[in-house]
């Protein structure tokens, strides 16, 4: 079992930048993938940024791409996200999640474990 803590969310105007954190306990973190994904009042959840087991390998997706940077750091068991620009747009609620593979994968059913959520509010 992972267990996953996200944090670090809240309201922020449009153009200001938040952290997201997301805080694993449990078994070996440094052998899972992580993802970021959001979920938007009304919308389906979406990939939004990925990260390999070494930390070395990057991926995002959509909108966020060059706004939403994803890293890791397995010594603390912590990956983050730092959203820079925000948009409202960006206002969903953000969750991390786990695989037990090298690398993150983009949809949602590839993933073993999940936190709770964050919820990012950006105001116009």
């Known amino acids: 079992q992972v267990q996953l803590v996200e944090s670090g969310g809240g309201l922020v105007q449009a153009g200001g930048s938040l952290r997201l954190s997301c805080a694993a306990s449990?078994?070996?973190?440094?052998?899972?993938?992580v993802g970021w994904f959001r979920q938007a009042p009304g919308k389906e959840r979406e990939f939004v940024a990925g990260?390999?087991?070494?930390?070395?390998?990057?991926y995002s997706a959509g909108s966020g791409k060059g706004r939403l940077t994803i890293s890791r750091d397995n010594a603390k068991n912590t990956v983050w996200l730092q959203m820079n620009s925000l948009k409202p747009e960006d206002t969903a609620v953000y969750y991390c999640a786990a695989r037990r593979d090298e690398l993150p994968g983009a949809y949602d059913y590839e993933y073993d474990y999940w936190g709770q959520g964050t919820r990012v509010t950006v105001s116009s």
């Open positions: 449990g078994r070996t973190f440094s052998n899972y993938a």
């Open positions: 990260v390999s087991v070494s930390g070395r390998g990057t």
